[in-house]
């Protein structure tokens, strides 16, 4: 009687996944930790600093009104005119953008966002850092967070950048790349789950998940006796 196995799994088999190096998934952790250090000074900023942040406005020199056009001015005056003038168009221009914004309740919005993420990212870092079966639930809500929170911030902001970049002859050209910011967030939470979902897997084979109707767990090593 002689007995043949037969095994049709390779090198990279199932088991094979839970050899991988834990730092993947450590390293992700790490992310995942300045991805939280973000979301608090950025709470902290937005509550200080407002959605416009520090800027070219933010150290008292704010334009003024020129005046009336000086007529019988020197070339030099008028000159110095029509450009006191276009710097406070541009003034008045931001100010608008910048009202739209707080109007648009953004900096509240950002930071619900930013607490969602700390408190559901802080668990995840400690899922990822021991490779804890939760890390994939973790890590897909940490996931669904910052992909719906910057896709809502990208969308009601992206009109109101691109009415600002319009008011400019040189910005109105590139005022929709003003909503790219929506498909770049999106493409990027979508990418961010995935990862988590992948280096969960590398973890934690589909053989630990529990049969159901939707799927079964197949032994594909089989033995031969002959």
């Given at each position: 009687?002689a ?10 088999d ?9 730092w ?42 020129p ?25 008045q ?20 966002f ?89 973890y ?5 998940i ?17």
């Amino acid at each position: 009687m002689a007995q043949k196995s037969t095994n049709f799994v390779s090198a990279m088999d199932l088991n094979s996944m839970n050899d991988h190096s834990p730092w993947w998934a450590r390293i992700m952790a790490i992310l995942f930790g300045l991805m939280v250090l973000g979301s608090v000074v950025n709470i902290f900023y937005m509550e200080y600093f407002g959605f416009g942040g520090i800027n070219h406005y933010s150290f008292g020199n704010e334009p003024t009104h020129p005046g009336n056009y000086p007529e019988n001015g020197t070339d030099d005056e008028q000159l110095e005119f029509n450009n006191s003038l276009t710097e406070w168009d541009e003034y008045q221009s931001y100010q608008k953008m910048m009202e739209d914004l707080e109007n648009a309740n953004i900096k509240e919005i950002t930071q619900i966002f930013s607490i969602l993420t700390v408190i559901v990212g802080i668990p995840a870092i400690a899922f990822f850092w021991v490779q804890d079966k939760k890390m994939l639930h973790f890590g897909i809500a940490l996931g669904v967070v910052k992909l719906t929170g910057d896709v809502i911030t990208s969308y009601l902001s992206s009109a109101i950048i691109e009415d600002f970049m319009n008011n400019f002859p040189e910005g109105a050209q590139y005022s929709w790349l003003a909503k790219t910011s929506i498909f770049t967030s999106t493409f990027c939470g979508i990418v961010f789950i995935a990862v988590a979902i992948v280096l969960s897997n590398m973890y934690h084979s589909s053989r630990d998940i529990p049969e159901s109707g939707f799927h079964l767990n197949v032994n594909l090593i089989t033995t031969d006796e002959e």
